[in-house]
């Protein structure tokens, strides 16, 4: 009614408008959009704020203003009840839009591209089983600047051996055992790998019945490998691995377990546990978390790891039979995270030239008091000035009651203060029975955090994508299971990866299962939905 009187009173006044609509030398009554109607707005403009030019049942009329003309309303200016617009500078949010993969809150819920992932690229690479049975120590690293693993595993008959997958193929590079070193790293407590280039790594692995870590790099058909000192006397070996039968390795003093390795520039810092555990969580009898340093070679000697000579550093205590967390964030500087009776500590350290160890800073993060801490796993986001955007996930409790969380944090790089984001530590799902081993990695679009883990006891593997500030957003979804490979029994038991993909928006993901007792290497790309 109103604007029909509006519409009236601008005929009578410019005495230029007939039955059917605007004279031809001015605008024509009918329109397809809102746009059409906008040159009324400068030729024409309407004596209401609220009022503006729009494209109603194909004819110019006026109503509620909107600015960028999405069909939603300027809060201000909307009629009762009407869903307003909360940018009505931009056209790309307005409350009916649908959510898109583009950094932008364009469905209005404060919340920014939830639920635009979906997982249509699930496959096993081509298998790399190794002679004798499954992998039985399995770790991954993330090949800079490429949708690539770089893996290393140990098992039965293959010792210790290195591989390459791009998800179209794969490429194994060779086997420690070939180059004279012991066979028996299939019971090993744990390898770990740190990415040094496009297609190496950094390794460092604790062979049975040995008590020292030992440092090594792989690389295309490259692999040098050097004793990592725990305590003096320090012996270094400039390759190969030692000989478990030897005075090294004979006397296993040391109860050394669960390694963990990053490298920055040339620093290299390397972690392990000395502690009494076992696979039952909760159980495990508290040890020392140690740390040392070393350093990278340059040019052609980009691949050789020198360890550094002063006795390892003690840097608090863990009950948790996984390997701390640990992250190289640049110029030497690390990130170390370890958890005790619920509580995370986190670590600042930084290595020099000479491979030296030194503590920057220290910071306790409170996560549950009641249960059990574990499985931790760091990641850094984006920096701003002197602000370094970081997330923590971890499992929370033990056993088929287990559930993964994710909480961000803000590290001032200036101050060393590290804050937690006011969400909080957050549960990611809960629906599901032992819920453990989770990883994350962040990405601009979707803008946000990937969390992926592994459930049901090892036989589901699931993602959800968090807010910057780690409020999960949408739904859990189900990437892997038993049903969907064709297998009437799946495992997952040797921890994932997870990296943003590089040439598409989304992620990749990287884990070792074995379906039906065969092993072989899973990827799935997480890409933004069309």
Known sequence: MRASLVLSSVCMLLGSCSLLGWDDDLEPAECSSSADCQVLEERHPLADDCQQWLCVQRRCEPGPRDQDLDGSPAAECAPDGAEVDCDDNNDRRAPALTEQCDGVDNDCDDTIDEETLSSDDVAFTSAFEPEGGSATQVDYAAVNGFDAALTAFAAPGAAFADALSSGSSDEAFGAVSAMGGPTDIAASRGV????????????????????????????????TLAEKPGAPPMTHFSEGLPDTTGAVCAAATRNLRTPAIA???????????????????????????????????SGTMSNVIVPGTDPANELGMTDDIRAPALIGTGNGEFLVAFSLAGTVTLRHLRVDETGSVALVGSQEIEIDT????????????????????????????????????????????SSGEIAMSNAGPNNLDGEHEGERRPTLAFKQQPLGWLVAWDADNGTTLRARQTAPDGTPTGNAFLLLDAAGQNATELEVRHGLLAQPLQAEDGFLLFTYASADGSGSFFRSNLTCSE
């Open 192 to 223: 770990a790998l740190a990415a040094t280039g496009d297609d190496a790594a950094a390794v460092a692995l604790i062979p049975a019945g040995c008590a020292r870590v030992v440092l090594g790099t792989i690389a295309r058909n490259v692999m």
């Open 263 to 297: 490298v920055t520039d040339s620093q290299v810092l390397t972690l392990w546990v000395n502690a009494e555990a076992s696979e039952n969580c909760g159980s495990a009898t508290a040890g020392p978390v140690l740390a040392n340093g070393g350093t990278r070679g």
């Open 370 to 413: 009641a249960n059990p801490v574990g499985d931790l796993t760091l990641a850094a986001g984006p920096q701003d000035g002197d602000t370094q955007s970081l997330a923590l996930a971890y499992r929370q409790g033990c056993g088929t009651r287990s559930r993964v969380g994710v909480v961000a944090l803000s590290w001032n790089t």
